[in-house]
Nanobody, 131 residues
Framework: QVQLLESGGGSVHTGGSLRLSCAAS????????MGWFRQVLEKEHEGVAA????????YYSLSVKGRMTISQDNAKNTTYLQMNSLEPEDTAMYYC????????????????????????WGQGTQVTVSP
């Protein structure tokens, strides 16, 4: 059973940066697709980034591309989301998710990172960006 624990959320002002971490345990497959999602109140999850681990491609939604970077430390079983140039619109609960196998996204088109693509979820960490 895969377990995911997010950390690193907090409050920053517009233009600030945060780095979220997702520590994973219970891995039983050769590779995983790791994703970051965000959710505002009762709205749907928005997939913002995903990466195939180990050593695979990274994928970003258009809303965060160029501002956020997903990365993986395989030795620590930890996935990171570096968030720069944060805006109030980035305020949300951020969730880490995992699915065995490679990420199902194309390298040649903007990905639709859907929560239907992931089976395992963390509890979330809150990010608040104030003007």
């Amino acid at each position: 059973q895969v377990q995911l624990l997010e950390s690193g959320g907090g409050s920053v002002h517009t233009g600030g940066s945060l780095r979220l971490s997702c520590a994973a345990s219970g891995y039983g497959f050769r590779s995983y697709c790791m994703g970051w999602f965000r959710q505002v109140l009762e709205k749907e999850h928005e997939g913002v980034a995903a990466i195939t681990t180990p050593g695979g491609s990274a994928y970003y939604s258009l809303s965060v591309k160029g501002r956020m970077t997903i990365s993986q430390d395989n030795a620590k079983n930890t996935t990171y989301l570096q968030m720069n140039s944060l805006e109030p619109e980035d305020t949300a609960m951020y969730y880490c998710a995992a699915e065995p196998g490679d990420c199902p996204y194309s390298d040649y088109a903007a990905p639709h990172i859907s929560d239907d693509d992931f089976s395992y979820w963390g509890q979330g960490t809150q990010v608040t960006v104030s003007p």
